[in-house]
């Protein structure tokens, strides 16, 4: 199983980005999908989370700007930001928890490769 992370990017303050991850391979269901952020110096951060009920959890500082979607027949999660702020800068990565492959027992999970995403002001 692998996650391709995209849409990163240069971005003014105050401006937009649409980050998507899709995840390929021998896969029966995706659990709970979600994105996370690592600033220089800085430990991983979870940003949003989605369940595959649609269910939302978001950081404090990104709730009313950031909106996280999933496509479940693309195994894809998706991350709209909105209003960035320089602090938004940071490698965003995607994560797959509780990943049931097809015809291989147990629950896995996945990363992917990290985007980019830098906010000037």
């Known amino acids: 199983v692998q996650l391709q992370a995209s849409g990163g990017g240069l971005v003014q303050a105050g401006g937009s980005l649409r980050l998507s991850c899709a995840a390929s391979?021998?896969?029966?269901?995706?659990?709970?999908m979600g994105w996370y952020r690592q600033a220089p110096g800085k430990q991983r951060e979870l940003v949003a989370v989605i369940t595959s009920e649609g269910n939302t959890n978001y950081k404090d500082s990104v709730k009313g700007r950031f909106t996280i979607s999933r496509d479940n027949a693309k195994n894809t999660v998706y991350l709209q930001m909105n209003s960035l702020k320089p602090e938004d800068t940071a490698v965003y990565y995607c994560?797959?928890?509780?990943?049931?492959?097809?015809?291989?027992?147990?629950?896995?999970?996945?990363w992917g490769q990290g985007t980019q995403v830098t906010v000037s002001s």
């Open positions: 391979g021998i896969i029966f269901s995706i659990n709970d």
């Open positions: 994560k797959a928890y509780r990943v049931q492959r097809l015809g291989v027992s147990g629950l896995y999970e996945y």
